[in-house]
């Protein structure tokens, strides 16, 4: 899409998604359009309308390359979990892939990474920066602090890059301040947290970044001995019983018509009779946004500890720090999309 757009291509070329794709392009860029729900896959493969076919590791079809070989649609595959017995070209020259996969030598393509960094710098004569600034679903503020001073050198924005960090440390010394010494800890969940996708209850993460920050654990924490997704058992979540649940709202409509097909399931959690269920702005599909995971951080802090954190309004809380990244209060638009912070006992209710 980048591509198109640096070219001005966009009258020419049509890019389209389906599912969870159709969301994360549209996000990406207004002129993406969306087809239809995953239900609607091999409808649009058959149409023959796609000339190229691209698929991720989820919600694809076993048979899509085969149906895609009847329309002559060459299909680039982008996952190792989902290589569809195409060859890997990752390392192939692109003019070579692309004359292969026109002219229908070659069925389509596997191709798992993106450009070397060097190899792209050499082709294209210009400079290109690599970062990271942590690993999926995680926030390492180091790591972030260091993207930010290369991307300060490189954009000539160092007071700028200087000025984020700070603030980003000083809400970690804060919230440090405000938890690390306290004795008591409440016993936590935090579910349906997204990950490459929309997920259901039980999915959740090993060391949930917001928690770290309130130096408080998860119950899902003991259950796994990695940092990162983790797919729990219902039948676990019941015999830790959680007192207090956190719900990523960006798949609440997931758990919610989950619940309603089997409310007895859910009502036999202490947290959903007690109505301690609570949501939170979702800040990770494939990467982590930092700015709503620190705002996230500050309102399950109110809601677990509410005496340490007796002057702060999180939604005022979420605001600051969405100025201090992007010049904008944007939480109304985040309520308006996904509820914002709040009690979601109304939603969940049990007897």
């Known amino acids: 899409m980048d591509y198109l757009e640096a070219n001005d291509l966009f009258g020419e070329v049509e890019v389209c ?8 392009i549209t996000r990406y860029n207004p002129k993406a359009k969306i087809i239809g729900p995953i239900s609607w896959q091999l409808r649009f493969i058959r149409s023959g309308i796609a000339d190229v076919i691209v698929v991720d590791e989820q919600c694809i079809r ?3 390359l ?9 299909v680039i595959a982008s996952s190792e979990k989902n290589c569809l017995g195409l060859p890997n070209r990752t390392q192939d020259p692109p003019d070579k892939i692309v004359e292969d996969l026109v002219s229908g030598k070659a069925p389509g393509a596997l191709i798992l990474d993106m450009y070397d960094a060097d190899r792209l710098q050499t082709e294209t004569n210009s400079t290109v920066i690599v970062m990271d600034y942590g690993s999926a679903g995680s926030l390492d503020i180091e790591g972030l602090a260091n993207a930010l001073r290369i991307l300060g050198t490189a954009l000539n924005r160092k007071e700028r890059a ?13 919230l440090k301040a405000r938890t690390e010494n306290i004795t008591s800890r409440p016993k936590v ?8 996708g929309a997920q259901p209850f039980t999915t959740t993460q090993v060391s949930f970044p917001p928690l770290q920050l309130l130096y408080t654990s998860s119950i899902a924490d003991k259950y796994f001995n990695k940092t990162g997704v983790y797919f729990m058992d219902f039948e676990a979540i019941l015999q830790e ?11 609440l409509n997931t758990v919610k018509q989950d619940f309603d097909k089997d409310l007895g399931k859910y009502c036999q959690l202490v947290a959903f009779q007690n109505g301690k269920i609570y949501g939170t702005l979702p800040y990770n599909y494939y990467h982590t946004n930092i700015a709503v995971a620190l705002a996230d951080a500050y309102y399950i802090g109110k809601v677990l500890y509410p005496d340490c954190f007796g002057g702060v309004n999180p939604e005022l809380k979420a605001d ?3 100025q201090a990244f992007l010049g904008k209060s944007l939480y109304m638009q985040y309520e308006e999309a996904y509820g914002g912070f709040k009690n979601l006992s109304e939603m969940f209710k049990c007897g």
């Open 241 to 251: 019983q959680p007192e207090i649940v956190f719900i990523d709202e960006g798949n």
């Open 189 to 196: 969940y935090v579910g349906a947290v997204s990950y490459k």
């Open 162 to 174: 200087e000025s984020l960090i700070k603030f980003v440390e000083g809400l970690r010394d804060d």
């Open 17 to 24: 998604g389906i599912c969870c794709t159709a969301h994360d």
């Open 320 to 322: 600051e720090i969405f």
């Open 66 to 74: 085969v149906e895609a070989q009847k329309i002559k649609a060459p």
């Open 62 to 64: 076993a048979d899509s």
